[in-house]
């Protein structure tokens, strides 16, 4: 297949003015450029979302420390959270899908590659207005700054009574703006895996990839559809003497907490599901073998994402809610973990009976698997509604989740970053510092995030700037900021990685990994524009495995 | 097409920091545990798993069955994945052939499906009976009825069948098995969302604007019990602290006796108490016997029973409040307290007459 193909270089970007250069990037449609500025626009935020928890840590280094005010406290939790959700991991999921999704069907763009660009740049805007924030926030009354209403901005906190100014504005129309950027994205990547799939792919021969952000992006147009009502009944409270969340006119706090949640679950799994995606693809490629039980891990995807629609008030067990509520949703929580078990188990066999190479990508998706099952298993405990009493809101959910996007979310995307890089910069990712980043961001990780679970055991609540001393919180808190730091100096390696592989790095050629789905089929980076010079046709899941075995080839088996 | 057969060394580091850093987690938790049982008398570190109170109990019950579920996964998964990880890594004595290609087993498949889907019913069986037994308890007719309601950023405590009104620092009666009384609180809010948290004694119930929550405890053991709110509301969330006494039941009843009293009028500082009923005090504090009736901060008619000033963010002492007075953010930056803006000398007065509300 890799015949096909034809060469065919662009133009030279040396001979054109920069202008020029600039001008083609802002304004193209091409899956690939966008998915490109979506992964570098999320890695901006990413440094600045890590400067803002940088700071949160060393404020929390010990008890009584005024390192920061309160009020830049606040304003940090909640920069930091909303920056990292909604400017950092959304995006970089959404860059990978645009420029994988395409390549991995066969197709030569996106469904509507105009409707793409303007959804990157809706988003862009988006998080640009949030952190205008910073100096508009203000507005006339002089009160607030950057929003301080925490990334939940929980009814009525985010009322005119109690945020006056309009820094909670800007949160509210960022979120609005990106939600509606990240809704058309998901209309753009269902309708180009239900109609752009090259001659062949049928929809059980589509890479798991392909699959899970399918699946991800339905729940993307569920669960970002009630949050961007919210921000708008929100607004319509602010400026239009709306009630529906201003208690003191009779409106109803919970009802935010609803709206929020039902977004806000869903959004945990539209964020892990495409690093299971990642995790699909790069362990069978570097254990040698064939994903274990396809249809099994399409069907728990699936029914992950049914599930986890009816789980979004086990965010609220604590807000008084009858024993009969908490009891189904206690249920549906646990249920959740069967088929996030199943698909762990999938994973190991997958490696099992494989010859795992311990490549940069597959140590991270090791770390994942890992650090997911504990995630998991966290998870269960906060699931039990009585043990949620005690644990919710307190440093334990903190740790948990940052368990979930960080051993897991991140993890899974340091993965993808060594694994894909070759694909988009045409060279390979230095080995020598992937190992240096991998094993200090391991250990800076579980510094961190694992002795973060215990103050949440001995009654540390979460959003606080200080903490009394002698309540057995100092140490640990100590220790938990010299954790940040570390994972802080790895992330610079990182960073360092992928600007000096960028020039010095070895040529990556089309298939590094030897692997099996149709972008290692075409150069590296792949063609502008077009992908495929002539669009290919499949017989199998793995048609690189069928090229590269002619004589034993998948199609054969499915 | 050739196929490329990696040479590589078995990455023995990564198991084996694996396996330190995630048993790291469990022993934590588990010395986090042990710290806590270890001194019994000692309260000052509130660790829901030293518990004193019949729901704080019955939820340590729940989290020990859990945590020996998910720890049991843990180890069983865990040792799968560093088996897998150490077994099948590949060898540099490989020939260069991929290995066998397996594309699943139903089966298997099962198995992995059907064990999740019997634990979760044995955890939800355990869950669901610890919800019952501490949401739908009922309520004895010796239970000590308050009503607590969470401001900006401080806690009121009404004992509406007492007439005791006070704040920040709630008192509650011992509960014996034989003869309980426990505390039955109502859950309301001023102003935003605000969780009343005692690790030791019970899980965290939110206080939310219009709507009443409801949540109960019983200490077994008399002590100072301490937590604070849980639930973000606003600058000042960190110094919203909460104490909780649990008194003998004489020590009790002598408490509610000194809070029924009416405030002490010592003439003797007759200047302090003008001062207070001639400036803006009185808008936002109570003194039962003047005219100040305000209701948006502390009531302070037992003010000096109280062991500390502004949530527990200080020690009541005659400095401190007088700080507090003068500069409230010296204390607790962005509180709701205004700085009064007093001379000297009425700012003196004043922290004398307050000296008096004993």
Redesign the interface.
């Known amino acids: 297949m890799s015949s096909d193909v034809m060469a065919i270089q662009s133009a030279d970007a040396a001979g054109r003015s920069w202008t020029e250069v600039l001008h083609e990037w802002v304004t193209t449609v091409d899956h690939k450029r966008l998915g490109v500025l979506y992964i570098l626009y999320a890695l901006f935020f990413l440094v600045i979302g890590g400067i803002e928890a940088t700071i949160i840590r060393i404020q929390l280094m010990r008890p009584h420390n005024d390192f920061v005010s309160p009020q830049v406290f606040n304003r940090m939790f909640t920069m930091h959270g909303t920056t990292m959700i909604f400017f950092v991991a959304m995006p970089i999921l959404f860059g990978f899908a645009n420029y994988l999704v395409p390549l991995m069907i066969g197709a030569r763009d996106m469904a509507f590659p105009r409707l793409n660009a303007f959804s990157f740049w809706l988003t862009a805007f988006g998080g640009f207005l949030l952190y205008f924030s910073f100096l508009g926030g203000s507005g006339l009354y002089g009160a607030g700054n950057a929003p301080d209403v925490g990334w939940w901005a929980y009814a009525p906190l985010a009322s005119r009574a109690f945020s006056p100014g309009h820094s909670s504005d800007y949160w509210t129309i960022a979120l609005l703006a990106s939600g509606f950027g990240s809704i058309a994205t998901a209309i753009n990547i269902i309708a180009t895996i239900i109609s752009m799939r090259c001659p062949g792919m049928t929809l059980g021969r589509m890479p798991l990839f392909a699959w899970l952000n399918l699946v991800m992006s339905g729940m993307v147009l569920l669960a970002i559809s009630p949050l961007s009502a919210a921000q708008i009944m929100l607004l319509v409270d602010r400026y239009l003497g709306g009630h529906f969340f201003d208690t003191q006119a009779g409106g109803s706090a919970t009802l935010w907490m609803h709206f929020f949640w039902i977004f806000g679950h869903p959004e945990v799994y539209v964020l892990i599901i495409p690093c299971f995606a990642f995790a699909s693809e790069i362990i069978p490629v570097f254990s040698r073998k064939p994903i274990f039980g396809y249809p099994v891990m399409v069907g728990a995807t699936v029914c992950i994402a049914f599930v986890s629609m009816s789980v979004w008030a086990h965010h609220m067990f604590t807000i008084g809610m009858n024993s009969y509520a908490n009891s189904f949703f206690a249920i549906t929580t646990m249920a959740v973990g069967v088929p996030t078990g199943i698909k762990i188990f999938n994973w190991l066999g997958t490696m099992w009976g494989g010859k795992i190479q311990f490549k940069t990508p597959m140590l991270f998706c090791i770390g994942f698997l890992f650090q997911f099952l504990i995630a998991g298993l966290t998870g269960i405990m906060l699931s039990a509604a009585p043990f949620n009493w005690q644990l919710s809101g307190s440093y334990f959910v903190v740790a948990h989740f940052h368990y979930v996007i960080v051993g897991g979310i991140l993890f899974a995307l340091f993965g993808a970053f060594y694994y894909w890089y070759p694909k988009i910069t045409g060279r390979m990712l230095s080995e020598t510092l992937g190992k240096l980043h991998f094993w200090l961001f391991l250990i800076g990780f579980h510094l961190t995030f694992d002795l973060m679970h215990i103050p949440g055991v001995l009654g540390m609540p979460r959003r606080i700037y200080t903490y009394e001393p002698g309540r057995g919180w100092d140490t640990l808190n100590y220790l938990v900021t010299i954790g940040a730091f570390v994972q802080s100096i790895a992330t610079l390696v990182f960073v360092a990685n992928l600007i000096v592989s960028y020039f010095k790095g070895k040529k990556a050629g089309n298939d590094p990994w030897d692997a099996w789905t149709l972008e290692w089929s075409v150069s590296s980076p792949p063609p502008p524009a077009y992908n495929f010079a002539s669009i290919p046709t499949v017989a199998s899941r793995r048609p690189l495995w069928d090229l590269k075995h002619p004589e034993d080839p998948d199609s054969r088996y499915e | ?1 050739r ?4 040479m ?1 060394k078995a ?1 023995w ?2 198991i084996i ?2 396996v330190v ?2 048993a ?2 469990f022993a ?2 588990l ?3 042990g ?2 049982t270890a001194t019994p008398q000692d309260n ?6 030293d518990s004193h109170s019949t729901p ?1 109990d ?2 340590r019950h ?2 020990f069955f ?2 020996g ?2 720890g049991l ?2 180890l069983v ?2 040792s ?2 560093s088996y ?2 150490v077994k ?4 540099a004595a ?1 020939t260069v052939r ?8 139903t089966q ?2 099962l198995a ?2 059907i064990i ?2 019997l634990i ?1 019913v044995v ?2 069986l ?3 009976r ?3 037994a ?3 308890a009922p309520k004895p007719a010796e239970a000590v009825e308050v009503t607590a309601i969470g401001h ?1 950023f401080w806690w009121e405590f009404r004992y509406p069948g007492l007439g005791v009104v006070t704040a920040n620092e709630l008192h509650v009666p011992v509960s014996d098995s034989s003869h309980p009384t426990p505390t039955f609180l109502r ?1 309301l809010s001023a ?3 605000h ?1 009343f ?1 005692i ?2 004694l ?5 206080l ?4 009443v ?2 949540t109960w405890l019983d200490p077994h053991e008399t002590g100072l019990f ?14 919203m ?1 909460l104490r909780v006494y649990a008194d003998g039941p004489e020590d009790f009843k002598v408490w509610i006796r000194g809070q029924q009293h009416p405030a002490n009028q010592d003439e003797r500082e007759a200047a302090g108490r003008r001062v207070f009923e001639t400036t803006a005090c009185l808008n936002c504090h109570a003194v039962g016997g003047t005219n100040g009736t305000g209701r948006f901060g502390p009531d302070l008619t037992h003010l000096m029973s109280r062991h500390t000033l502004a949530s ?1 963010a200080a020690e009541n002492t005659p400095e401190n409040l007088r700080l507090w007075i003068e500069n409230p953010d010296a204390i607790k ?2 509180s709701l307290m205004p700085a009064m803006k007093l001379s000297d000398a009425d700012l003196d007065a004043l922290v004398r007459y307050l000296e008096t509300l004993r």
């Not at chain 2, 196929?3 to 990696?6: K, Y």
């Not at chain 2, 290995?99 to 087993?105: I, N, W």
């Not at chain 2, 019970?202 to 939110?206: H, L, N, P, S, V």
């Not at chain 2, 301490?226 to 110094?239: F, I, M, V």
């Open positions: 097409m196929i490329v057969e990696t590589q990455d580091p990564t920091s694996r850093g995630v790291l987690l934590g938790v010395l986090a545990a710290l806590c000052s570190v509130p660790s829901i798993f704080a019955s939820i729940l989290s859990v945590l579920v998910t996964i843990f998964v865990f799968l994945l897998v990880v099948f890594r590949s060898r490989d991929e290995p066998a290609q397996v594309y699943g087993s298997i498949e992995w499906t999740p889907v979760v955890l939800f355990a869950t669901a610890v919800i019952h501490i949401q739908d900006q859950l102003d935003t969302d969780s948290w690790p030791q019970a899980g965290k119930t939110d939310i604007p219009n709507r929550n409801e301490l937590g604070q709110c849980a639930q973000y509301c606003g600058t000042q969330h960190a110094k602290l527990g930056p962005g």
